[in-house]
């Protein structure tokens, strides 16, 4: 192996596409078990911002209360994209995830275009949800509290802590992210106990809501007597989809987890089952709480988030409620933290396997104190407070005053545009990965036959999955203004489709000159694997 040693540890340089435990140039080995690992990827779907923002939107403009039988269905079809997703993790163990897997399964030029665009989805996520982070943190904690900042200021100070957490050490962050996920869920489901206890205005609807055919229900005009419009069906389904955005960060971990061919699998299945069946009990559990018609009227009003809050109120007071306010922001915190943990090991995984030395001897470096990708933080972090400080100075939000005339509304801009907007475009280029990884699997083992696949794992389940991610791209793509809401007219939205064309040609472009240029680079592009099955201490 050929190593390159500076001041802050080694730097792996091509050749090096199998890292060796023995060797110094490596993540932290064995930091996290498969709890750890678990934790980072389930925080990434943060379920109670999830639940508190998607689920409203769904049964407001969707599905209305078949909402829940939205997320069955999309917990069906991400399970079995998952199958074949794990068929390869058992093999391939890379800090490059997607990157890797489509690279050894449809060759570098698909790789680097899609590891690339995986990449920027994360990075872009991290500085959606410290958007989201500073709006929660200034609307429920500091007005309340008569303290008034300008939203930036949080999200600085969110990025920054963000950055010096993922600097230390990922048992750093997979603690904290421990805490506040157990905490979400603890109160979630001690909402659900309560309703159960209770019951709900119109009994459980078992019928109504839960049967999968009633995902593809629209809501109907006028429904349960209510005031409300019309809504489609779509809507509901894919708020569902995006509601699991970043379960497959499990891949990520591989290198720095306890024996990675058990757990990442393991890990990825508990986590998008897992994830399936919270979401399908809590959406079932708010509409039961608080009945047909009042959850369809709340979620269709000015305060959706009431949906929840307002049940939390009743049914375990005043207190509570706050607290569920202080874990919504510190669930979004928590979130992104782990986008930003995902995204700078994407970095590094592109970086030291660059065509170029000064990319690997920065970026691909790794801290050779706490093993973890120093430079490729700082990068992260750095990109993060672009993008923030980018959208106090360009965008605004307009909200239409009692006669109809825009006024503009800046308070608005961290959840309208930098939470709202970005999530958007980040789930797109997410499913489209994970549309890409399907086929990579598919031809990882029938067309290269690399190793000896099953017909179910990886060919069947592969491409049932691959089909419903496209169903959920078409939904996003035909429901794209909707989805955009008060963001629908912004210039950063509407550029959406070049985003993703863009990323990918410039992927596809720079692996061809690479191929011509570099061909003993090339030859490294998303092959850098952990060759290792036993179990590390």
């Known amino acids: 192996m050929t190593t390159e040693h500076g001041p802050d540890g080694p730097t792996a340089l091509p050749g090096d596409h199998h890292v060796s435990p023995k060797e110094e140039v490596r993540l932290k080995a064995g930091a996290v078990g ?39 269905f999309a917990t069906i079809v991400l399970t079995i994209f998952t199958i074949g997703f794990v068929a390869m993790a058992k093999y391939v163990t890379t800090a490059g995830a997607f990157y890797g897997f489509i690279s050894q399964g449809l060759g570098q030029v698909w790789g680097m275009a899609s590891g690339l665009l995986a990449a920027v989805a994360y990075i872009v996520f991290e500085a959606s949800l410290i958007g989201g982070f500073a709006y929660f943190a200034t609307s429920y904690i500091l007005v309340p509290a008569g303290i008034n900042v300008n939203w930036i200021v949080i999200a600085l100070i969110g990025a920054i802590a963000i950055g010096l957490l993922t600097y230390f050490s990922i048992t750093v962050a997979a603690g904290v992210l421990s805490v506040t996920l157990v905490a ?17 205005p119109d009994g459980l609807m078992f019928s109504d809501i839960v049967p999968v055919q009633n995902a593809f229900n629209s809501l109907e005009e006028g429904a349960f007597g209510t005031a409300v419009a019309q809504g489609a069906a779509a809507i509901g389904i894919f708020f569902a989809f995006w509601s699991w955005i970043g379960y497959g960060t499990t891949a990520v971990y591989g290198e720095e987890s306890k024996d990675p061919k058990k757990n990442v699998p393991r890990a990825t299945m508990i986590a998008v089952i897992g994830l399936g069946l919270f979401y399908t009990l809590m959406s079932w559990v708010v509409v039961v709480g608080n009945g047909a018609a009042q959850s369809v009227e709340i979620s269709a009003g000015a305060n959706p988030v009431d949906l929840w809050l307002g049940l939390v109120t009743a049914n375990m007071g005043d207190f509570m409620t706050t607290v569920y306010k202080i874990l919504l922001v510190i669930g979004s915190f928590a979130c992104a933290l782990a986008f930003g ?18 990319m690997r001897n920065s970026f691909g470096k790794i801290n050779a104190k706490h093993q ?31 006669e109809g005339n825009p006024v503009a509304t800046p308070e608005l801009v961290p959840y309208v545009n930098v939470y709202g907007l970005i999530a958007v475009i980040g789930t797109a280029m997410i499913l489209l990965v994970q549309t890409i ?6 031809s990882y083992f029938w067309v290269k036959k690399t190793h000896k696949g099953n017909i179910i794992t990886t060919l069947i389940a592969p491409l049932l999955g691959a089909a419903g991610m496209l169903y959920a791209l078409y939904l996003l793509w035909t429901n794209r203004a909707f989805a955009a809401g008060l963001g629908s007219d912004s210039l950063v939205f509407q550029l959406m489709p070049w985003y993703i064309v863009g990323i990918l040609v410039i992927g596809f472009l720079y692996a061809l000159w690479v191929k011509k240029a570099k061909p003993e680079i090339y030859d490294e592009i998303g092959q850098t694997t952990l060759e290792e099955a036993h179990e590390r201490v």
């Open 34 to 72: 498969l709890v750890g690992v678990l934790f980072m990827a389930v925080a990434n779907a943060a379920p109670i911002t999830a639940m508190s923002f998607n689920v409203p939107i769904a049964i407001g403009y969707g599905n209305g209360i078949g909402a829940s039988a939205g997320y069955l």
């Open 184 to 200: 979400e869920v603890l109160l979630l489901l001690g909402l659900a106990v309560t309703v159960f206890a209770k019951g709900g």
């Open 341 to 358: 943990n995902a995204a700078s090991r994407y970095i590094y995984a592109l970086a030291r396997e660059g065509a170029w030395g000064w």
């Open 372 to 402: 973890s990708p120093a430079n490729a933080v700082y990068l992260q972090t750095g990109i993060t407070v672009v993008i923030l400080v980018a959208f106090l100075l360009f965008t605004n939000v307009y909200v239409p005053d009692a």
């Open 437 to 442: 990884t399907s086929f990579a699997v598919i």
